[in-house]
């Protein structure tokens, strides 16, 4: 799950995890940040560098979540391929690790895509995979591409030995039928742009793109006629009825001409945003890519409203 910073991939990605996690299914939600956004919505304590269980979707499913520490990963890496132990350890002491995920970032980014690949293949003594879904918060929209064609970014670094063989692994996982790339947006120019960006770039990578979710979607509150009448409308027909419903009338002063400004300056407002969001929803439906949107909730961000999420995406079958 990608997106423009602001957009809320991190809830939509949580929504997303909690969506798949149906009916008996156990699905993993990975961070690579280090923001440790995950564990705000979930309204539970920072995420170790471990698996652990967050949430229960309906149905008995399990969501858990694993927030991935890259100087980690590469102690686990260097343990998995050259033994080190406690060498690794002391490399870590010592600000080697630091500096070596500093230095080649894409090293970093093949540690971060591998160690949730790794829980993507992983499965059990009765050979089932661990989990049926894995969702990863990624970096935003504008890295994206980059971070996950790791192949390309290690290049340049090993063209054989284990760090090569990881990566060829990494995208073996990535470019699988079973990968998606989702992106979130919202109905604004820049992110409707970013979006159609990041997926010329994705497939030009030859990534897999999925589908876009339109976050934060504002209620339509006026139709088609009453956005005609929007500019042309009476001003005081609009005052006489308001006072006919009590609105300003004569039992408060006859104040309703003083109402009748400020309500046809939010009509006009709403009507500008309205044929904004009417074009950018034209560019999304250009983009060849399934469409769905999620609704602004008013009150809020909670673990209720992640939750509300959830059923709207499992209601538009969103996987």
């Known amino acids: 799950m990608s997106g423009k910073g602001g957009t809320g991939k991190t809830t939509v990605a949580a929504a997303l995890a909690l969506a798949l996690a149906e009916e008996g299914k156990r699905t993993l939600l990975v961070e690579v940040e280090g923001r440790q956004g995950i564990a705000q919505l979930f309204e539970t304590q920072a995420l170790p560098y471990e698996e652990r269980k967050i949430a229960v979707a309906p149905g008995g499913g399990e969501v858990f979540a694993?927030?991935?520490?890259?100087?980690?990963?590469?102690?686990?890496?260097?343990?998995?391929?050259?033994?080190?132990?406690?060498?690794?350890?002391?490399?870590?002491?010592?600000?080697?690790?630091?500096?070596?995920?500093?230095?080649?970032?894409?090293v970093r980014d093949v540690l971060l895509t591998g160690k949730a690949c790794e829980a993507v293949r992983r499965k059990?003594?009765?050979?089932?995979?661990?989990?049926?879904?894995?969702?990863?918060?990624?970096?935003?929209?504008?890295?994206i591409t980059r971070f996950l064609n790791v192949n390309d970014e290690v290049a340049g670094l090993a063209k054989i030995g284990p760090i090569h063989n990881q990566?060829?692994?990494?995208?073996?996982?990535?470019?699988?039928?079973?990968?998606a790339v989702h992106l979130v947006t919202l109905l604004e120019e820049m992110p409707v742009q970013e979006t159609a960006d990041g997926i010329a770039e994705l497939r030009a990578a030859r990534l897999p793109v999925g589908r876009v979710i339109v976050n934060m979607v504002r209620p339509q509150v006026l139709d088609a006629a009453d956005l005609e009448l929007v500019g042309s409308v009476s001003r005081s027909a609009v005052a006489r009825s308001l006072s006919s419903t009590g609105l300003g009338g004569a039992r408060r002063g006859g104040h309703a001409e003083r109402l009748v400004e400020p309500l046809l300056a939010q009509a006009e407002e709403y009507a500008e945003r309205y044929a904004l969001e009417t074009e950018q929803r034209a560019v999304l439906a250009e983009l060849d890519v399934p469409l769905h949107e999620l609704p602004l909730l008013a009150e809020g961000m909670d673990l209720a409203g992640l939750y509300a999420l959830a059923r709207k995406l499992r209601g538009q079958g969103v996987s």
């Open 167 to 179: 990566a060829q692994a990494v995208m073996r996982v990535l470019k699988s039928p079973e990968t």
């Open 124 to 143: 059990d003594r009765g050979g089932r995979f661990v989990y049926d879904y894995v969702v990863m918060d990624a970096p935003p929209t504008g890295r």
């Open 66 to 106: 694993l927030a991935i520490d890259p100087e980690l990963a590469l102690l686990d890496y260097l343990q998995m391929f050259y033994k080190l132990g406690s060498a690794g350890r002391a490399l870590r002491k010592l600000g080697a690790i630091d500096f070596a995920t500093t230095i080649a970032p894409g």
